[in-house]
Structure formats: C-alpha cells, structure tokens
C-alpha cells in the first residue's frame, strides 16, 4: 500500500488515466463493431461508410497511446480487405 503523498497521488491519476484509456479502448470496439456488423449484413457501401468513420477513431487511439501503431494498421487492413472482398 502507498505510504508517502506522492506515492497515494499517483494511484489517483493512475486511476483517472485508467479511466480514460478505458473508455477510448471502448469507443474504437464500438466503431469497428459497427463495421462488422456492416460487412455481415452484406452491404458494401454501409461496411465502407462505417469504415470511414472508424479509421480516423482508430488511429486517434494510436495518437492518445491506448493502442500500438502496428494494430490499427493491421485492424483497418484487414477491415479493408474484408470490405473489398465484399465488393467483388
């Protein structure tokens, strides 16, 4: 347990990051979601349009540290693919 001021502090923005981090984690989930549910439904220009929106979410994830550079390239590619598979 945290004994000196400085100590207890971080826990509480450790907390609040924490927080924070969770929520964006769970935001870019949803938009990629939604993506997914595009390209089951069999709609090429929806899964596009939701993919549209969801790239700039996913790299924004990138910019704010919650998710490594290398997978959200590796998340929108294989979206990509899967839409462009759709589409053919």
């Known amino acids: ?17 924490t927080e924070v981090n969770r929520n964006r984690v769970s935001r870019i989930r949803t938009f990629v979601r939604k993506v997914e549910e595009a390209i089951t439904s069999g709609d090429a220009k929806v899964a596009q349009d939701a993919l549209k929106l969801a790239q700039p979410e996913i790299m924004r994830g990138v910019s704010r540290g919650v998710i490594h550079k290398n997978t959200a390239s590796r998340k929108v590619s294989r979206l990509a693919s899967r839409i462009k598979k759709l589409s053919a």
Do not use: E, F, G, V
């Not at 004994?3 to 923005?13: D, G, S, T, V, Y």
């Open 1 to 17: 347990m945290a004994n000196n001021p400085q100590a207890k502090k971080r826990i509480l923005i450790t907390a609040r990051r």
